[in-house]
Structures are given as structure tokens and as C-alpha cells.
Nanobody, 115 residues
Framework: QVQLVESGGDLVQPGGSLRLSCAAS??????????MSWYRQFPGKGREMVAV???????KYADSVKGRFTISRDNTRDTVFLQMDNVKPDDTAVYYC???????WGQGTQVTVSS
């Protein structure tokens, strides 16, 4: 079993920045060996992929966040980050961390972009 704990969600003004963190733990889960992702979910809709970082540190992004968000990982701390810059009201959602071994999800962290 893998535990994922997200943090960093908050209320932020349009154009502002926010950094989300996701700490992973679990017996037999070797963090550095698996891709990690951030997803988000809008009210009444399914989850959509925001960004993925693979085991080599290569990244992919949804078109809607490309150039504004940056995913990264720290294998020494078993943590994945999502740096969110120039945020927009359309980024308001619950953000979830996802691991690509057992397919576990975190509990989510709320990001609200509003003036």
C-alpha cells in the first residue's frame, strides 16, 4: 500500500503562484522507480491529468497548464511538487497526487484562484 499526502493548496489571486507538495510513503514502494503525476478535478467532472514526471525526470503537461506549471520530484525525500505560476480562475480545482505503481491517490488539496 502507498500513502500519498498532498499539501499546499490555498486561496490565491489570479496571476499569483502556489507550490503543491505530495509526500509518498509505503512498505516496498521505491519512489524513484515510478512515474508520478498530478491530476485535478473540477466540481461535477472527472479528474484530468495536469502533469507527469517520469523516473528520468522527463515531464509532460496538459496544454492548459503548459508554460505556467512545473512538476518536479525529489527522490531523496520521496516527494513530488507542482509549482503553479500565473494561475487563472480556471485552475480552481481539487488537485490530486497519483503514483504509477499501485495506482494510489492522495486525499486531494483545494486550490482556489479568485480575487
Amino acid at each position: 500500500q502507498v500513502q500519498l499526502v498532498e499539501s499546499g493548496g490555498d486561496l490565491v489571486q489570479p496571476g499569483g503562484s502556489l507550490r503543491l507538495s505530495c509526500a509518498a510513503s509505503g512498505y516496498a514502494f521505491n519512489f524513484r522507480n515510478y512515474d508520478m503525476s498530478w491530476y485535478r478535478q473540477f466540481p461535477g467532472k472527472g479528474r484530468e491529468m495536469v502533469a507527469v514526471v517520469d523516473v528520468n525526470g522527463d515531464t509532460k503537461y496538459a496544454d492548459s497548464v503548459k508554460g505556467r506549471f512545473t512538476i518536479s520530484r525529489d527522490n531523496t525525500r520521496d516527494t513530488v511538487f507542482l509549482q503553479m505560476d500565473n494561475v487563472k480562475p480556471d485552475d480552481t480545482a481539487v488537485y490530486y497526487c497519483h503514483e504509477h505503481w499501485l495506482g494510489s491517490w492522495g486525499q486531494g488539496t483545494q486550490v482556489t484562484v479568485s480575487s
